[in-house]
C-alpha cells in the first residue's frame, strides 16, 4: 500500500514540474502581447451579484458564466469590436458593445431586470435541477470557481435535499463524499450536532456562513440554502476552535429576497414522525430595500426501539438592509430547541479483553435491537440560540470589506442513559468465563449547563491586477472568545441481561434514578468552567500567472489566551497558559483546458493546542498536521459531467503520548492519514441527475504506546465508504414535474476498538438503501420517501456500538405561495 501511494505521489510532482516546463516556454510566446481581455460585472435589479449567469462573446461565440460575487472575464481577445449578450427565459436579451484594445482589458458591467430571487430561479431550472454549484465564497473567503481551487469539497444544495425529501443536516451527510456518522448529536451543552468521520479524524457542523454557529442538537435543514463539506486540515482560514484535520462542515443559509413569497408544508411518516415548516419573505418598505425572511419547522419523532422520542422546534429569521448601492447590512438569528432521549449506545468497560465477550462483532452480541433499556422520562433538554451581523461595504469596483459577528450559546440540562456491555467474566466473577450479554444501565446528566462563543471577523477582497498577474485576495482579523460553564455527573443504576424476559425493564425512570442520587449521591462529576481568547490575522491571495496557471499562498499567526479553569475555592481562574501557532496553505492549479479541466495540488495545515505540560514544566506547543495533496477536476459538456479525484497525505505530528515513567507525558508522537477520494456528480440526459462518490482511507498510530503503534485508530471510521443518488424527472407532457430517486451509502467494517492489550471488535460492514417519488410545480410539491429500503440492521459507533434506524417512510407536501 505504501508503495502504492508512493508511486501515486512521484506521477503527480512529475506530471506538475512537466506542465510549469510547458508553461514557462507559452509564457514567452510573442502572441500572447498581442490581444486584450474583457472583464466585467453583471448585478440584478436590486444590485446583488448575478451569479452562474451564462455570458455570450458573440462573434466567436464563446460563453463563460460569471463567478458568486456577478464578475467574469474574457481572456486572449484579438483587438476589435464585439458583441456580449446575456439571454434569459422570460427576460429579454441584454446586449452591450465592446472594443477591445491590445494590451487592455476593457470594463464592462450589467444590470439584469430580474431580482435575485427570480434570477436564481432562472439559474436553478437551467442548470441540471441545481444540485451542481460551480463557485462559491465561504470555502476561499473570496469568489473562487471549484475548478479553480486547490482545495476539495463538497457542495450539498437544498434542492438535492427536496429531492431527497432530507430535513436534517444529519441526514444531508448521506451525500458527502468521504463522510460517515459515528453518533447522532448529544443535546449536551458545547457539542456540535452529529459527530462524522472525515479523512480519518473526527469532525462537527460548527460553522454557518464561514464563521462560529454551533447548533448542539440534531440540526434542523430548514433555513439551509446548501452545505460546503470542506476537505482537509484548514485552520489558515477558519482556524482551530471550530475545524478538525479532517476538514469542516460550514452551512450556508438562506437570504431575503424582493419580493413576497415563501411555502408551507407538512410531513408524517414511521414512529410518529411529524414535522410541520414554514419560509416566508417578503420586503419591509416600498423601495425594497429592507427584506425579512422568516424560516421555522416543528418536529416529533419517536424512536425506531420500544422507547425514545426527539422533539424541536427551529426558528430562524434574517433581515438584510441596502443603505446604498455600497454599503448594506445582514442580521439573523437561529433558536433551536428540544427534547430527547439518549443516543442506545453501548461502550465497552476499561480494560476488558474483548475475547471474553465472545465475539468481536456486533452482529453476535446478545442485545436486543429494538429494545431502548430506558425509559422516556430520561430525556435532555436542550437549546441552542445564535445571533449574527454582517456589514458589507464596496469600497471600490475591485476592493470591498466585510464585517462579521456572531454570539452562540447552548444551553442542556436532564438525563442522558448510557450502556455498558459486560462479559461474563465481569458480572459472575469466573475469570474463565466466556459470554456477553449482560449490560449496566447508566447516566450521565448536565445540569444546567451553558457554552458560550462570541466571534469578531473583518475581512478585506480584492480583486486586482499587478501589471498582468490577476490577484485575488483576502486579508482578515478574528476575535475568538470562548466562555464554558459546564457540569456533568452520574452514575450506574442497575446490571440486567439484554435479551429474553427483563422483569426490572422499565424501572430504569425518572422517579428511581433520582432515588439513587439521593441514596449514593455521584459516583462521578466533571465540570468544565474555563475561559479562553484567540486572537488571529490571515492573509491568502490566489494569483494568475497566466490564463491556465494559479497559485495559492495564505498564513495564519493564532494567538491562544487560555485563562485556566475557575476554582471554587480561590475564586480565581487556575493554570492558564499562552500558544502561538503559523498555519501556512500553498496550492497549485493548473487547466490544460481553461475551464474544463484542472491539475492541482495542495499544501494545508491544521493544529491543536494542547494544555498539559511537559516534565520541565512548561506548556506543550501546539499540535500540527500538515496534508500534502493533488488530483484533477473536470467540468465537461456544459457542465454536464463534474467531478474530483484526490490523492491525500495528512502527517500528524507532536501527539502528546505518556510514557512508561507514570504521570510524565512527552509531545513526540505522529499519526498518519492517507487517502483516495472520487466524486462525480452527472447529467448525463435532461432531467437525470447522478451524484456518487468514493473513498479509501489508511490511516495508523506511528508513534504512540507500544498497544497502538501501526494501527488504526479507533475513532478514525471505516476505512471504505461510498455513497450513490441517481434521480429523473420528467421534462414534459401531463406529468411534467413527476420524478423518482433512488440510492444509498456503504461503510465497510468499521473498528471501534483497536488495541492489542485489549484486542479488536468491529461493526461490519453494510449497504442501506433509500428511494424516493416526488412531484412539483409553480404552486406545490410532494413527495414519498422510503429509507432503509431492505430493512437493513446495522451499527455506528464513535469507540461504541450504537444501532441505527430500520426501514421507515415519510410523505410531505409543501404549497408555495
Not at 407532457?733 to 476498538?753: C, P, T, W
Amino acid at each position: 500500500m505504501e508503495r502504492r501511494y508512493g508511486i501515486v505521489i512521484s506521477k503527480i510532482v512529475t506530471l506538475g514540474l512537466l506542465l510549469l516546463f510547458v508553461l514557462n516556454a507559452s509564457a514567452n510566446d510573442p502572441e500572447t502581447e498581442k490581444t486584450g481581455a474583457i472583464r466585467g460585472k453583471v448585478l440584478t435589479s436590486d444590485a446583488r451579484p448575478a451569479a452562474d449567469v451564462m455570458i455570450v462573446l458573440a462573434e466567436p461565440n464563446v460563453t463563460t458564466t460569471t463567478e458568486a460575487d456577478g464578475s467574469f472575464v474574457f481572456r486572449h481577445v484579438s483587438p476589435g469590436k464585439y458583441h456580449l449578450l446575456i439571454t434569459l427565459a422570460g427576460y429579454s436579451t441584454v446586449t452591450e458593445e465592446v472594443t477591445v484594445e491590445q494590451g487592455k482589458t476593457a470594463t464592462v458591467s450589467f444590470t439584469l431586470e430580474a431580482s435575485s430571487k427570480a434570477l436564481q430561479e432562472v439559474v436553478v431550472k437551467g442548470s441540471h435541477s441545481g444540485i451542481t454549484r460551480k463557485s462559491t465564497y465561504d470555502v476561499a473567503k473570496i469568489p473562487l470557481k471549484n475548478i479553480e481551487n486547490p482545495q476539495v469539497y463538497t457542495t450539498i444544495t437544498k434542492e438535492l435535499l427536496q429531492q431527497q425529501q432530507v430535513f436534517s443536516v444529519d441526514d444531508a451527510m448521506q451525500n458527502a463524499t468521504g463522510v460517515t456518522k459515528m453518533w447522532d448529536a448529544t443535546g449536551r451543552g458545547g457539542d456540535g450536532g452529529g459527530y462524522y468521520s472525515m479523512r480519518g479524524f473526527v469532525v462537527q457542523s460548527q460553522l454557518r456562513n464561514g464563521i462560529a454557529g454551533n447548533v448542539t442538537s440534531r440540526i434542523d435543514a430548514s433555513n439551509l440554502e446548501r452545505i460546503e463539506v470542506i476537505k482537509g486540515p484548514s485552520a489558515t482560514l477558519f482556524g482551530s476552535n471550530l475545524t478538525s484535520y479532517g476538514g469542516l462542515i460550514n452551512r450556508v443559509t438562506k437570504k431575503p429576497y424582493d419580493h413576497f413569497g415563501g411555502e408551507a408544508g407538512f410531513a408524517v411518516g414511521s414512529f410518529g414522525f411529524n414535522r410541520f415548516s414554514a419560509d416566508i419573505n417578503t420586503p419591509l418598505d416600498k423601495n425594497r430595500d429592507v427584506l425579512m425572511r422568516v424560516n421555522a419547522a416543528y418536529n416529533y419523532e419517536n424512536s425506531f426501539q420500544d422507547y425514545g422520542f426527539n422533539r424541536s422546534v427551529a426558528i430562524a429569521p434574517s433581515l438584510s438592509y441596502r443603505v446604498n448601492d455600497r454599503l448594506s447590512f445582514n442580521f439573523d438569528a437561529e433558536y433551536m430547541a428540544g427534547q430527547n432521549t439518549g443516543l442506545s449506545a453501548f461502550f465497552f468497560s476499561y480494560g476488558q479483553p474483548i475475547a471474553k465477550l465472545g465475539t468481536n462483532r456486533a452482529d453476535e452480541l446478545n442485545i436486543d435491537y429494538k429494545r431502548a433499556y430506558a425509559m422516556n422520562d430520561l430525556y435532555q433538554t436542550s437549546r441552542s440560540t445564535n445571533l449574527f451581523g454582517q456589514m458589507t461595504y464596496r469600497l471600490s469596483s475591485q476592493w470591498s470589506m466585510q464585517t462579521n459577528i456572531t454570539s452562540t450559546n447552548s444551553y442542556s440540562d436532564g438525563p442522558s442513559p448510557y450502556f455498558y456491555l459486560l462479559t461474563d467474566a465481569e458480572v459472575k466473577g469466573d475469570p474463565n468465563a466466556i459470554g456477553n450479554g449482560y449490560i449496566s444501565r447508566n447516566d450521565q446528566f448536565t445540569n444546567n449547563s451553558h457554552d458560550n462563543v462570541i466571534e469578531l471577523q473583518h475581512n478585506f477582497n480584492g480583486d486586482f491586477n499587478i501589471g498582468s498577474l490577476r490577484n485575488r485576495f483576502v486579508g482578515g482579523i478574528d476575535f475568538f472568545h470562548h466562555k464554558a460553564n459546564q457540569f456533568f455527573g452520574g452514575n450506574t443504576y442497575d446490571t440486567i441481561y439484554a435479551k429474553g424476559d427483563i422483569p426490572t425493564y422499565r424501572n430504569f425512570n425518572r422517579r428511581n434514578l433520582d432515588k439513587v442520587y439521593d441514596a449514593q449521591g455521584l459516583a462521578f462529576t466533571y465540570p468544565i468552567n474555563l475561559i479562553s481568547n484567540t486572537y488571529s490575522a490571515y492573509i491568502s491571495d490566489v494569483l494568475n500567472i497566466t490564463d491556465n496557471l494559479l497559485v495559492q499562498a495564505g498564513l495564519r499567526i493564532d494567538y491562544f489566551d487560555n485563562k485556566g479553569s475557575y476554582n471554587d475555592v480561590s475564586g480565581k481562574y487556575e493554570n492558564g497558559y499562552t500558544q502561538t501557532a503559523l498555519s501556512p496553505k500553498f496550492g497549485v492549479v493548473y487547466q490544460p483546458v481553461k475551464d474544463k479541466v484542472s491539475l492541482f495540488a495542495n499544501y494545508q495545515n491544521g493544529f491543536t493546542n494542547k494544555a498539559t505540560a511537559n516534565p520541565n514544566g512548561k506548556p506543550f506547543k501546539p499540535e500540527q498536521a500538515n496534508q500534502m495533496e493533488g488530483g484533477v477536476k473536470v467540468s465537461l459538456l456544459n457542465d454536464m459531467i463534474t467531478g474530483t479525484v484526490s490523492y491525500y497525505d495528512i502527517r500528524v505530528k507532536d501527539i502528546i503520548r505518556p510514557t512508561n515513567v507514570p504521570n510524565v507525558s512527552v509531545q513526540d508522537g505522529t499519526q498518519y492519514s492517507k487517502g483516495v477520494e472520487v466524486e462525480v456528480i452527472a447529467h448525463p440526459a435532461r432531467g437525470l441527475d447522478i451524484v456518487a462518490g468514493y473513498s479509501y482511507n489508511d490511516s495508523k498510530f506511528e508513534k504512540t504506546e507500544a498497544k497502538l503503534e501501526g494501527l488504526r485508530p479507533a475513532t478514525a471510521g471505516a476505512p471504505t465508504v461510498a455513497n450513490l443518488w441517481v434521480s429523473y424527472r420528467i421534462q414534459q407532457g401531463a406529468v411534467k414535474g413527476l420524478g423518482f430517486g433512488v440510492g444509498g451509502n456503504y461503510s465497510g467494517d468499521n473498528k471501534v476498538v483497536n488495541d492489542r492489550e485489549v484486542g479488536y471488535f468491529y461493526l461490519p460492514s453494510y449497504t442501506v438503501v433509500n428511494g424516493s417519488i416526488f412531484y412539483e410545480n409553480n404552486r406545490f410539491r410532494l413527495g414519498f420517501k422510503l429509507n432503509n429500503i431492505t430493512n437493513k440492521e446495522y451499527w455506528i459507533g464513535y469507540s461504541t456500538v450504537n444501532p441505527q434506524k430500520t426501514r421507515n417512510f415519510s410523505g410531505s407536501i409543501a404549497f408555495k405561495f
